[in-house]
């Protein structure tokens, strides 16, 4: 089995640290190479929930289909764009569309959504999608309307809690589309969730490594957290430290890869997005989605920052970011591999 990639870590050496380093060493080590190919910048995107509604039953999620209590609600062009305007005027440079599988959210509309966009922010401004499974033809589409990122997350690399967790799905499938963004040119991006029941240490080593096989461009990291209103609602939370350390991972795995500080680790741990800023992580996503949508958006309970607009929240991710001795930067923020060409 091969340990070396071009422009990627050594897996044998980075799994040695991970198993044999102090978590404090194996942090400091992922935060240099972050440094060294990112600099102390952290760059913002903005996030924009567009959808409540998902027709999938993912067993660690608030927003599954079977989940009664869960309020739904799909925003519409006029709030999305105002979203975005104000967005732009506080500088932000990327935004994120994210939803449930929502078939409401239909191909064209999301085209219509990207070139509207475009056009509100003078083509200045990236734009990611994270609307999750859909076809090759959909992707392709939205790809030719614009949208330059695609996020979508595998969750578990091992394949039979993919298919627990993830009813009706499986993880070759996922991997499937996930080739097919790459092959239709879009910056791509994956990452997991620590920390699931029944998950174990092979498990985590199984993402790392599926990470460094794909090369991601971007990898998003984040801890398990119960929704009451799932089956997986009574289960305990991870400790913090397993998601520290597989963000050193990936980022040793992965040194050009945009890493955010998940919500979900602030939502874990008050300093948790400090301290995956502190080991590997540079990049923050304020959730700009206007307030009374934000709530309904739960994919687990005791989302950080709800109360407030994510603008509002800007100062404060400012201050969290000098904390972990780092800037926050403005600007599109491309993968270093497309900069590159
Ligand atoms: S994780 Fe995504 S696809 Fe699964 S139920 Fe939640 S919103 Fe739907």
Request: aromatic share 8%; glycine share 10%.
């Amino acid at each position: 089995m091969s340990t070396t990639k071009p422009g990627r870590g050594n897996w044998a050496e980075v799994l040695e640290w991970s198993r044999t380093l102090p978590l404090s060493e194996f942090k400091a080590r992922a935060d240099a190479v972050c440094r060294q190919h990112h600099g102390a910048g952290v760059w913002l995107r903005g996030l924009i929930e567009v959808s409540s509604y998902c027709t999938e039953s993912c067993w660690y999620c608030g927003l599954r289909a079977p989940n009664s209590q869960a309020r739904r609600y799909r925003m519409d062009t006029a709030t999305l764009l105002e979203t975005v305007r104000a967005g732009y005027a506080a500088g932000l440079r990327t935004f994120v569309l994210q939803g449930g599988e929502d078939p409401a959210l239909g191909p064209e509309l999301v085209a219509g959504w990207i070139e509207a966009i475009r056009h509100a922010t003078n083509d200045e401004a990236a734009i990611t999608l994270s609307l999750g499974l859909q076809s090759r033809q959909t992707y392709r589409l939205w790809r030719e309307a614009g949208a330059q990122r695609y996020l979508m997350r595998f969750e578990t690399a091992n394949p039979q809690l993919f298919e627990r967790y993830r009813p009706g799905t499986t993880l070759a499938e996922r991997l499937r589309a996930l080739e097919w963004l790459r092959e239709l040119d879009y910056e791509v991006g994956s990452g997991f969730l620590v920390g699931l029941p029944e998950e174990n240490q092979t498990d985590r080593e199984a993402a790392w490594r599926l990470c460094w096989e794909f090369g991601f461009d971007m990898v998003g990291i984040g801890p398990f957290i119960p929704h009451p209103a799932t089956p997986l609602g009574t289960t305990e939370r991870p400790p913090l430290e397993l998601c520290e350390q597989s963000v050193a991972a990936v980022r040793l795995l992965l040194p050009l890869a945009h890493m955010p500080a998940t919500t979900a680790a602030g939502t874990l741990h008050p300093k948790g997005r400090e301290a995956v800023l502190a080991g590997g992580a540079n990049v923050l996503m304020p959730d700009i989605t206007p307030i009374p949508m934000k709530k309904d958006y739960e994919l687990y309970p005791g989302k950080v920052c709800v109360d407030e607009s994510g603008l509002a929240c800007l100062p404060c991710l400012d201050l969290r970011v000098r904390t972990a001795g780092k800037v926050i930067r403005h600007g599109v923020g491309s993968a270093p591999r497309r900069v590159a060409r």
